[in-house]
Every structure is written in C-alpha cells, then in structure tokens.
C-alpha cells in the first residue's frame, strides 16, 4: 500500500471524526443521560404470573397507554419501552413519585358510556372544529361522526359536570379513572385523515353519562376484513360475555331512540374517549343490537386494529408487577456520572502509562489510536442519542470502559505482530505491511466474537444488560474501523520514514534481539545485507 | 537499542543468559506449556474441585435483586444523626432486620431492608420521606420485586445458550470444530472458577455480577480465539512431510502470544480495576462495582485459561486425531 493511500485512509479517518464533533458542536448536542445518571424515576414492570399468553401486542398497547398517563403527567422526555415481556419507564425529574407509581403500575380501565353532549375544543363557547369529516356511512360510523354538531354541548347545564370542563384538552392533567357511576366531561382523541393523532388542544370535549359497560364485560374484540367488500372495508368486532352482551343490547337499545350525537356510546380508556360512535340507524329503538357482539366500522386496517388493543387493553387487564421501582437523586445521578467519568479517565491514563512503557514511541502511537477511539465512541453516543434516541446509562459507561481494553489489544496484536515479522527476518516497512494483514484478521475474528457476544446480550437480555451491551457492540465496530483506518495508516507512515523509523525512541527496533536483526540481515527475503541503514526503509512510496 | 558489537556473534540459545522477562519480551519465551499440560490438567482439576465444593457446601450470596427488597441511599445530610436514630425511624414502619451503613463522614447513609412491601402495606417512598426528615438530605430508594432477579437470569440463560450455539458455529467455520470444543470447555472453566470464586470469597451476587459473567464469556472466548487464531496460522505451514508434531507447533504459537496475552490482560484489566476502585467508593453504584468485580475475576481467570486451559485440550483432541487438518 502506497504512501498516498496510507495518508488517505488516516485522513478518511479524521474527516469522519472532525465532521461528527462539529455537527455535535454546532448543534450544541450533549449525550442523553439515563435515569441513573440525571435522577428521576424508573421503574422495569413485568407481567402478573398466572394471566396465560400475553401477546406481544397487548404489551404494546400497555406500553402506548402507560405513554398516555405519563404524558398528560408533564414529565419532559418520558422513555417508556418494552424489551422482551418487560416494560422499562423511565421519568426524568417526576416531583410527585407517588402518583408516578401509582399511574404507571395501574391496568387499563375500559367503560363504555353514553354521549350525553359535546363540548368544542379549546373553551366551553365554541370554537374551532377538527377538519375530519367523517367519510363512510355505514352502519355505524366511527369516532367522529358525533363531532359534527358542537351547540349541543353548550348548552347543556354545565353544573353536573364531575370534572373540569373549563379546561381545554391540552391542559387537562387529572389521571384519575372516572368513577362508573357519575357523569364526566371527557376529552376525545381527535385523528386527522391519516389516523395520526391531533394536538390535544383540537380535541373535543364529550359530556357522558355513567358506564354502561365495563372492560370486564368484554370477552374479545378483533380487527376483521369484511369478506363482502374485496378487502376494503374494515371493522373492529367486540364480543362481550353473557352479562355484558345484555348490558350492551340494553344501553344501544336506549340509544337507538335518540338522534345526533347522543347516539353515540364512548369508548373510554382510563380517562381518554377514543372513540364515540353512533348506533347505526337501522338498529330499532328499544331493541338495541343482540347476541353479544357489535361491529364497530373503520377507515383503515390500522384504525380497527388500534381499536382492537385498545379495547383488549382494559378487557383482559394485564395485572403488571413491579420488578424494580427506583428513585435517583439528581445528586446521586451527578456522583455516578463522575465516578464513571473518573474511572475510564484513570483507566485510559494507567493503559497509556503501560503501553508507552512496553513500546515507546510506538505506545505512544497507541495512546493516540486509544485518545481517538475514546473521541470517536464518545461523539458517537451524543450523536445516537440524538438520532436513535440511545440512552447512556451507568452500565453503558461501564461497557465503554470495558471496550478500552479491546482497543487497547488492537494496538498490542499489531505490535506484537510486527516485532514477530521483523523476528523472522523482514524489514522494518514489510513488517509493518504483513503484520497488519494477519493482525486484522485476529482483529476480526476477535471482535466478531465480542460483537456477537454484545448483539445477543442486547436483543436478550433485559433491564441495565441492554446499556451495557450496546456500548460494548459500539466500541467493537469502532475499534475495527479505527484499527483498519487510522492505525494502520499512522504505523504504515512511520514505518516509512526512515527517520522515525530508526529513532530509538519510536522503538520499532525494541523488543527486538540483536541476534535476530542480525537474522534479519542474513535471511531476509530480499536479501537486504544490512538491517541497520536507514535509507533502505524508505522504498514504500517511491518519494519522501 | 546499541547492537553492533553483537552482530558477528550471536549467543547460541542455550546458553541465553537473559532473564526469563528479556526473553519474553523479546519473542524467545519457551515455556513448555503443551508438553506439561499433565501438571496444569492436575492444577486445573484442583482448583475446579475447590470451585465446585465451595458452590455446593457454601452456595451463592444473592443480592437484594434476587430475593426482593429495598435499598435506601441517603446523602447530604444536614442533621447530624446516628444509626439507631434510622434503626428507630425504620421500626416505626415495622421494619426490624434493616442493615444500616453510614457512610461519608456521617452526611451519607445507606440502608437495606428485605422487601418491605410484605409489611402491612408500608410503602418505601414513605420510609424514604422519613428517613430525609431525620437526616435533611436527600433519599434515592430502590425497590425489587421478587421475581424480578428470576425475570433477569433466566433472560440470560437464554442470551447464554443463543451466544454458544452461535459462537461454536463461527469458530466451527471459521477455524474447525476440534477448537470450538476446546473454546466452549475453557468457557465452563472459566465460569466455574468464577462463580466458585463467589461461593467461596462471599461477594454478593446481583444481575450485574450476571451481566459481568456474560461479558466474561465473551472476553475469555476472544482471548482463546486469539491463540486459536495464531496456532492456525502456524500449525497451516505443517505438510504432510513435517514430522514436527501439532502440540510442538502449537505450544510455539502460544509462546509467541505470551506477551500479546498478558499485555491484553494486563490493559483489559487496568480500566475494570479503576472502575473497582471508584465504584467502590461510591454510594449507591452497586451496579459498577459489581459488574467490576466480576469482570476482574472473570478476565484474569480467562487469560490464564486461554493458554493452560484451552491449547493443551485442542492439542489433545488433534493427536487424537492424528492429522494436521
């Protein structure tokens, strides 16, 4: 490999890394901290034994409507995921840890109840109306077909209202369940066209009448494909047990005799209506719909399934446990921070010491392969925060400083390699070039383990594992790339340069016997008859 | 490095008369460590007999993560208190078998309870409100469930069990069964020992002493790969016409990553030490110490298995086999 192209990958290197720090400075970005490390509130919960199968897609649903409470909570940058069967939430800065507990760990309450009449959004005097039209009418239209006659509401009496209605959407943060038996005044979410939720402050507020029906009256509902309408129409079948298909049959009976909004029959979850519609016309007063199961029409495929969960959600609660509950003070968080900050620093500083003992000048090289790596894994988790939201948690750090002995090896396989090559007689440029080959490889094969090691830990694994495995995976990619572009650069070029090549304190010709550089002299491959003139190294780029 | 004068007259090897270090550092190490591979198997069987019976007669001491409990850190007190003055404070809430710490010159606390939510109803947010009242700082509190140490382990067993089956088919394909065999059998070694070492030194075992026995398999394989990686290399200029035998060859590759295995491990170790140190003086970093212990055991067992424990199994397994493959 020529000079130039030495040159080209050490500058292919630096490019990369200059060019994530200045985004990273011009965007004034700084890593994302975890709870351990900023304090907050965490909590892992993981599913009540003894429910049976719980799908993947109910734990989805659990996780979207713990979302939901944490959000009408006010925490800035709530992380709520689901890993395995585990539920991780993680509330940066929560005031109240009571009712942080109390509304992550509570199931899903589902109620059906009558619209009583609709209040506009914004304020209780009328106002602007979301823009979604409704646009089928089938038997039962969905959600907003109630959400086109905004006068009724006002002039309901505003006085039985349980909760407050003086309040717009966006700024109602009351999480508790309403209770069964009174009337509410709840907030709807608004979708537009697509499906995708609209800011609270367009949603419109419905006044409903006590829960008719409860989750707990619900056997099942599903997503399905009318089979008559060549794979267009979807709907949402909910089918209640015996008690509930009556209550049911009752509540739309009485439905079926009124007209406009207060057809419609709410489906609220905990405290949000998601959707509120009518009876279908067809369906005769004081009859109301029989045999325990109703259809309920959507737009898309997206909109029966989404109904579906939510529906199941408070139907088959799932009964979480908590596995871990922590609280972390900001100033316990700050400490760890540092200590972690303090420990790589120590270890960085005592392998630096260590490799510039064993190789001299060439340790020092180390050192400078070891600064960037910590330069590159560093920017790279501030951009990741950014970009993929990663996390940096304690354990995280403690991966990064784990991977520091791994970059470190890089450094020591070469060098170990190359006084192998210059031991078996090559010069000192053809030692550098054939101990990288081989080194790469051992690097590779080395790091495929660790990666490997460091994906199944984070695909399996649960809980602070995750943190810890993905800086690790991160630091293995980063020490192969470096290795492959910066390092093998650096020492490609001082090897040859004839100047530094010699310098005693490069120590290139350390750790090396006279005896077997004297070998060098007699067997090396081109016949080289003196190891010890500089000149000779110098043939690499055919200039200097 | 002056050599001139040397250059006519190289020493014969036998009468090197440099120390064992110079040797080593200058690529002339030649411990026979194939060849007295009977002295390490006793060695090695020992020291798993002693793993062994210290896992059986004294067993494992979990940590609050695995049974469930609570664990209160407090720091930047501004009241001056006294341990009983939180022993007190705990028994109002009924909570009597808490041990309490205290720490940082008495400003920090630590205290753990076992899980307390078995007590009539008394909630450790509440426990932690009292003890900021007798002590003006600041509480950090950390509940776990029962089930949760399980939730963790048996999540790991499985990442384990996935991480073998691919690991034995990398170094199946990329090198050749024989060393898949000698890696994973190294890998229980070092895991034993490790876990043994638990049994018998007492420490405490959390998820992160979990996690940290993960990494160690990972670690001690990546070392093993190392030496497999450089025996194949040597052991593939073997012809059929060679009469030096597989185990002399590689007793020669490993010779020649001595320095390579001890400068790793010497590196690795140095950043998992500090994090050691630090982590234990600091409150509440359970997580780093724990994972800094494990993973400091687990690596120097693993560089010492890497070479007495692995090569000599891949050697007996290929003069078994009698060709050079």
Known sequence: MSQGRLTALIVTFLVFLVAMWAWIAVADLSPRLGLDLQGGVSANLLPAPGQGEIDEELLDQTVSTIRERVDALGVAEPDIARQGDTIQVQLPGVADQEQARDIIGRTAQLQFRPVIGQLPPGSVSGGDEPSDAPTDDGSETPDDGASQTPDDAASEAPTASATASGQTCDQRNDLSVPDPGQEVVLCLRGVDDQGEDLPRELWTQLRLGPAEVTGSDLADAQAQLDPNSLGQAWSTLLEFDGEGAQAFQEVTGRLACLQGPQRGLAIVLDNIVEQAPPVAPQVACEQGIAGGSAVVEARTEGEARDLALVLKAGALPIQLDFGTFQTVSPTLGQDSLDAGLLAGLLGLVLVAIYLIVLYRGMGLAAVLELLLFGATVFGLIIVLGETIGFTLTLAGIAGVIVSIGIAADSSIIYRERYRDEVRAGRTIRTAADHAFTKAFRTNLTGNTVSFLAAVVLYLLAVGPVRGFAFTLGLSTLVDTLLFSTFTRGAFGLIARNAKLANAPLMGLRSGVTSEQLAAATVTGPKGRSTSGKPRRKVKGGGRR | ?325
Do not use: C
């Open chain 2, 1 to 325: 490095m002056s050599t001139d004068n040397v250059l006519a007259d190289p020493p014969p090897r036998s009468e090197d008369s440099d120390s064992r270090l110079a040797r080593l550092l200058t690529g002339r190490s030649d411990v026979d460590f194939v060849g007295r591979s009977r002295q390490w198997l006793i060695l090695t069987l020992v020291v798993l007999g002693i793993s062994l019976a210290a896992l059986l007669i004294r067993g494992l001491n979990f940590s609050i993560e695995f049974t469930g409990g609570s664990s209160f850190v407090e720091e930047g007190a501004t009241n001056d208190f006294t341990a009983d003055d939180l022993n007190n404070t705990l028994a109002e809430f009924g909570i009597t078998d808490a041990i309490v710490q205290i720490v940082d010159d008495g400003t920090g606390a630590q205290i753990s309870t076992p899980a307390i939510s078995d007590l009539g109803g008394v909630d450790d947010l509440q426990v932690a409100r009292a003890i900021e009242e007798v002590t003006g700082g600041d509480v950090s509190v950390s509940t776990i469930g029962p089930r949760w140490g399980d939730a963790v382990t048996s999540q790991a067993v499985r990442a384990l069990l996935v991480f073998l089956v691919l690991v034995v088919a990398y170094i199946t394909i990329r090198f050749e069964w024989r060393m898949a065999v000698a890696a994973v059998a190294t890998l229980a070694h070092d895991v034993i020992v490790t876990v043994g070492l638990y049994a018998l030194a007492g420490f405490t075992v959390s998820p992160s002493t979990v996690i940290a026995v993960l990494t160690i398999l990972g670690y001690s394989l990546y070392d093993t790969v190392v030496v497999f990686d450089r025996i194949t290399e040597d052991t593939g200029r073997l012809t059929g016409l060679s009469t030096e035998p597989y185990g002399q060859v590689a007793n020669r590759a490993l010779n020649n990553v001595l320095v390579r295995s001890l400068s790793t491990s010497i590196t690795s170790v140095i950043p998992v030490a500090s994090l050691l140190v630090v982590g234990a003086n600091l409150l509440g970093a359970d997580t780093l110490s724990d994972l800094a212990l494990a993973l400091f055991i687990g690596m120097t067992v693993g560089t010492y298995s890497s070479i007495i424990v692995a090569t000599p199994i891949l050697v007996w397994l290929k003069e078994r086999g009698r060709s050079y493959t």
